[in-house]
């Protein structure tokens, strides 16, 4: 089945999502539900922070994401595309071309992107008459501007589209004072928003079995590589790198299961959400790390990455000195964003990186089957 859907776009009345908001974010008094585990017939609701308890009178067949790590969550779990993203760019759906009936065509889907210039209530109460849940963390949305607060929230949600969702990629972001939750502790929350339960039961066990793999292929910590993971500024071309530590987001979920060093954190280095923070090729020459990741660059192949950016500071004066450069060991370092399937496809690929693995580390054939149901 592909997940491509028509350009037409389903105008539907609301299901009657409905919210109470109370506090810090969206929530509802009533906890449990109706209706059997897949296909609940009844309201049924969902707890997660901030939003709280939200409760739904039926499944939600409309959504829109924060990003790539919502929105392959979705597809994992057999839905239909978002129809708005808050940054399409950064969702990365080529990481789908090896996985057997699952594609996602951004063009065809037709799917928006809420940040074109600036970010407005008024596009999300727009969008809200074709949604029936906003999958975001209010307050990721809330601190993206200077001119959100609560108040907007709590006019989107009158609507009746309530907002599910907590920023999990990274944890360098100091309004972030509620609980974290791992890649897959988000993907339940959002598998009991769906009631698509048994889907992520089945990837939890694929993901356990892939996680086996990764630890037979892990060397002694005194044999793996020191990895800097950046964002170039500019792209093409860099100077300078914004610099990204190794933290429990998910955003840097496959080096962490690969066990690398941090070149960063060993060095003191801040890291960029934290306060903005830059690294030149002076610097990155004194930490001189064995690896390094670039981030920015998933829509170039390898090969264009090599012949840009690469090609750059193989001949740069500085750069060229590094021991990464050197040995060839300069890569593209991974999206911002990653759900399920995508972190399978990109713990592959970064175990051939640091590692030199060359055999395939998970079943595609069985990705495919779960998402389109055969499970």
């Not at 939750?181 to 356990?208: C, I, N, P, V």
Request: proline letters at 5%.
């Amino acid at each position: 089945m592909s997940r491509e859907r028509s350009s037409t776009r389903r105008q539907l009345l609301k299901a009657g999502a409905v919210v109470a908001v109370s506090g810090a974010g969206a929530g509802c008094i009533m906890d449990g539900g109706s209706g059997d585990e897949n296909g609940t017939t009844g309201s049924y609701s969902v707890t997660m922070e901030p939003v709280g308890t939200v409760e739904f009178d039926s499944v939600p067949e409309t959504w829109a994401a924060n990003n790539g790590t919502w929105a392959d969550m979705g597809i994992a779990l057999g839905q239909d595309p978002p129809e708005a993203l808050y940054l399409t760019q950064r969702y990365h759906t080529q990481y789908y071309d090896d996985i057997p009936d699952v594609s996602v065509d951004k063009e065809a889907a037709e799917i928006d992107s809420l940040w074109d210039d600036d970010l407005t209530p008024e596009e999300f109460i727009e969008l809200s008459g074709n949604v029936d849940v906003f999958v975001m963390d209010p307050n990721f949305i809330i601190g993206r501007t200077d001119h959100w607060d609560k108040s907007d929230i709590e006019q989107i949600e009158a609507t009746g589209t309530p907002f599910f969702g907590n920023s999990i990629f990274s944890r360098g972001y100091n309004w972030h004072d509620y609980d974290y939750l791992t890649l897959y502790e988000a993907f339940e929350k959002l598998s009991e928003l769906f009631q698509e339960t048994e889907r992520y039961e089945a990837f939890e066990t694929l993901h356990e079995e892939f996680q086996d793999e990764i630890d037979e292929i892990v060397p002694p910590e005194e044999e793996r590589p020191s990895v800097a993971i950046m964002w170039p500024q500019p792209k093409a071309e860099p100077d300078e790198f914004s610099p990204y530590l190794i933290d429990e987001g998910t955003s840097f979920k496959q080096w962490r299961d690969l066990g690398v060093e941090d070149a960063f954190a060993t060095a003191d280095v801040e890291d960029f959400h934290a306060g903005r923070s830059r690294v030149d090729y002076e610097l990155l020459l004194e930490i001189d790390p064995d690896v390094l990741l670039i981030r920015g660059h998933e829509d170039k192949t390898a090969a264009e990455f090599r012949d840009t950016v690469v090609s750059y500071m193989e001949n740069h004066n500085v750069a060229s000195e590094l021991t990464a450069v050197k040995n060839g060991d300069v890569y593209r370092g991974g999206p911002l964003h990653q759900g399920p399937i995508a972190n399978l496809v990109l713990t592959e690929r970064a175990a051939r990186q640091v590692y030199g693995v060359d055999e395939q580390l998970f079943d595609r054939e069985r990705v495919g089957n779960i998402v389109n149901g055969d499970i």
